[in-house]
C-alpha cells in the first residue's frame, strides 16, 4: 500500500520521507515505533522507553501517515500511532557533532599550554566548562591557584563529580619516602608511561596537584599518545598495524591485590580512529604466541617507544605550588625526570577521575556554556 502526503509516504510498510538537512531516507517502522514520543512510549520524565520494543511484532508496518507543517503522525500495523514532530525527526537523524572533531594533536611545538584559573572557575561555570573543554580537545589542562592544602585538590574534583577510588586509596602521595610500593615514590626518573592499564576500567584522568617542587629536577614531561599514534600509522603502517593487534597482559600484585587487565598498545574505536593508548614498562607482558607476530610486534614497540622519547614530542615543564596537572590517561604519556634528594622537597599529590565522570559534567555544562 502506498498512501502519498508531501514529504512522506509509505512503501512497503516503511516510511520513505524527506527532510530539511537530512535529505531522503527510509525509516523501518521498528525503528520508528520504538521512538515514538507518546508518553505510552517514552516516560515524559526520564525520557527512558517504557515499550518491551523487543516484543514487537518484526512484521510490524507502518498504515498512514499524516501530516502538517510542523507534525507527522505515523499509524503502525499494532494500531499505535506515534506524534512526530518533523523537527524531532530531523534531530534524530542529524548527524551529532563529535566529540573527535575538533580535538588538537601537539608535539614539543605547542606554544600555549592550555591553562585554567581555579579562582575564577571554582565560581564560574563558564570558565569551569571552558577548563574541561581545553582538557577534552588537548588532553591536558595546567590548573593554578588550586589551594595549597595537603588534600586542595578535592576541591576541584568535587565541582566536577565522584573521585576514582582505588586500592590505594583516593588521593595518594607522590613523594620519595622509604616504603615506596610504587616508583612515583622514589626520586627516580619516570619514563613515559600511562597509568594503571592494569584496572578495569582504566583509570581516566589524571589529578597531579603540586605542594612544593623546590628539588634540582623534577620537571613533568608530556607527550601526545594520539599525535605518536597517528605519525606511526602514516609512516610505518605495518608496525602501528601490530600494535593495535598484539594484547598484552597487565598485571598489579601486593599482598592483598591482585589486578589484572590487557589491551593493545593502541586500541582502535569501531572507526579506526584511535580511542586509547597504553604504556607500561614495570607491568607488562605479551603471550608466547605466534613468533614471527611478536617479532613484528617487538620491532614497532621499539618505533613506539623511541618516538615517545624524542624530545621533538615531549613537552617538559616544572609544576610549581599550587598547579594541578589534568591529563587524560586514555591519551597522554606522562613521565618526570629525576631529583637529587637533599636540594629541596618535591611534594605531589595525585588521584584519578572516570571518564564518564568528567565527560557527564562538560556535557551538562554545555547546555549553557557550549
Ligand atoms: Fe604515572
Not at 174 to 197: C, F, G, Q
Not at 228 to 255: C, H, I, K, M, W
Request: with cysteine; glycine share 8%; aromatic share 8%.
Amino acid at each position: 500500500m502506498t498512501v502519498t502526503a508531501e514529504r512522506a509516504r509509505i512503501v512497503d510498510g516503511r516510511v520513505r520521507i524527506e527532510l530539511d538537512g537530512i535529505g531522503t531516507r527510509e525509516l523501518h517502522p521498528i525503528w520508528l515505533r520504538e521512538r515514538s514520543p507518546s508518553p505510552e512510549v517514552h516516560d515524559p520524565k526520564t525520557g527512558q522507553r517504557l515499550l518491551d520494543s523487543w516484543s514487537l511484532p518484526l512484521d510490524l508496518a507502518v498504515t498512514a501517515v499524516e501530516e502538517d507543517e510542523e507534525n507527522l503522525n505515523v499509524t503502525f500495523s499494532d494500531g499505535h500511532v506515534a506524534p512526530f514532530t518533523l523537527d524531532g525527526l530531523t534531530a534524530q537523524l542529524r548527524r551529532q557533532p563529535d566529540e573527535r572533531d575538533d580535538i588538537v594533536l601537539w608535539d614539543g611545538n605547542l606554544q600555549q599550554i592550555p591553562e585554567a584559573d581555579w579562582s575564577q572557575a571554582r565560581g564560574d561555570d563558564a570558565a569551569l566548562y571552558a577548563m574541561l573543554e581545553s582538557l577534552r580537545r588537548y588532553a591536558f589542562v595546567v590548573v593554578r591557584n588550586v589551594p595549597v592544602e595537603l588534600d586542595g585538590v578535592a576541591e576541584v574534583v568535587e565541582h566536577i563529580g565522584p573521585m576514582r577510588r582505588t586500592n590505594w586509596g583516593g588521593i595518594a602521595d607522590v613523594k620519595a619516602i622509604a616504603d615506596a610500593y610504587d616508583l612515583s615514590m622514589t626520586t627516580r626518573a619516570l619514563e613515559p608511561h600511562t597509568d594503571n592499564p592494569y584496572r578495569e576500567p582504566v583509570p581516566g584522568y589524571i589529578f597531579l596537584h603540586c605542594l612544593v617542587n623546590n628539588a634540582d629536577g623534577g620537571d613533568s614531561m608530556i607527550t601526545d599518545g594520539f599525535r605518536v599514534a597517528e605519525d606511526l600509522r602514516q609512516g610505518s603502517p605495518e608496525a602501528f598495524d601490530a600494535l593495535t593487534r598484539v594484547r598484552p597482559n597487565f598485571t598489579y600484585v601486593d599482598d592483598d591485590t591482585v589486578l589484572e587487565n590487557s589491551g593493545p598498545l593502541i586500541e582502535l574505536d569501531e572507526q579506526d580512529r584511535v580511542r586509547q593508548v597504553r604504556l607500561s614498562n614495570r607491568t607488562d607482558a605479551v603471550d608466547a604466541e605466534d613468533a614471527d607476530l611478536l617479532d613484528r610486534y617487538y620491532r614497532a614497540r621499539r618505533q613506539l617507544t623511541d618516538m615517545v622519547n624524542d624530545p621533538t614530542y615531549q613537552l617538559h615543564f616544572k609544576l610549581g605550588p599550587g598547579d594541578l596537572l589534568i591529563m587524560d590517561n586514555y591519551r597522554l604519556y606522562h613521565g618526570r625526570e629525576g631529583y637529587r634528594p637533599g636540594t629541596g622537597d618535591r611534594h605531589l599529590r595525585q588521584c584519578y577521575m572516570d571518564r564518564d565522570t568528567v565527560g557527564s559534567r562538560r556535557k551538562v555544562l554545555a547546555r549553557q556554556h557550549g
